[in-house]
């Protein structure tokens, strides 16, 4: 499964994968669900010709009805399925050795059957030009590939058209956050003065003993005097460029989330992953890295204060427990 997808954007893990689009493998209780027919279905399947097309139907409606998927199969790979359905609904024949081919057209015409009867639809031109400008408008919410690819299969779920293949869903996802990335950096290319530009490729092109960025992403390790030094230092190397972040990224209608969501890629990112990346895009993702690190700085300053401040009345309150016993045994 990795081998066959690796060369795409990476949203799903190989198991989430298996689990969304991998055929039903039933218990028995589950067959005896799955595998139940409505007066309706029962007369669809009793309509073929052949038992073997019979049984291909009512196995791929016991499978579309657990999944909304259609699966190429053989009939010897589904063997304990086939056993159970001619067991159920043609026991006349439960031992009957059934042909292993099945024919493409009638598989294909079987499943244009079920989309009519359970009311889906197939995920065709129409429907895929749809699921991109769906892709297209939810990439504005979040640019996290996983939030896209989940609104997507919830859209599908909604207007009930059967999920393309996953490759496809991973290019819709891809192109609608290059798309996303392509805007934002097009207007943060024309709203950067030079100075900003310098002052953001300093912190990842330029190595004085170090890149700049690096010790921006390491967080304080306690909240001793000096932790806390480097803390406000770092708040006070930062407030232009936060300045500057807290002034641009609401024109560019980037939402809290995707702001969240790169500021995370700085962080996972080494300094050569990020100079792999456009300028455009690199400074992009620092300013939302340093939004998030001059907040986190001030969260951390604040979290010191009430720190030592408890810790003082702490002190305060064991030294006056102290001294009252003392005067209590003074007074004895």
Known sequence: MATRYKDRITILEDAEIEELYGRPRFTHDERAHYFALTAEERAVADGHYSLASRVLFILQAGYFKAKTLFFSFEIDEVAEDVKHVLQ???PHYHDAALKSAIVKQTRHAQQRKLL????YHACAGAERAALSAKADQVVRISAKPIYVFQALV??????????????????????AL????????SLLDTRLDEATRKALDRLYLERDGGYGVTPLKQDPKDFSRREMR???ARCRLLEPLYRT??????????????IAYYAA???YYTVQKLQQLTQDMARLYLLCFLLQRYQRTNDNLINALIYQVRKVLSAAKVCLQERLLSDRMEGR
């Open 230 to 232: 480097r803390e406000m």
């Open 154 to 175: 919830q859209y599908l779920e909604t207007h009930r058209v059967v999920a393309p293949g996953y490759s496809f869903l991973q290019d819709v996802v891809s192109r």
């Open 116 to 119: 009519e009867l359970y009311d």
């Open 265 to 267: 890629l700085v962080d």
């Open 178 to 185: 290059g798309k996303e990335r392509d805007r934002l950096t």
């Open 245 to 258: 972040a807290m002034a641009l990224l609401p024109e560019l209608g980037i939402s809290n989330d995707s």
């Open 88 to 90: 159920q609904h043609y």
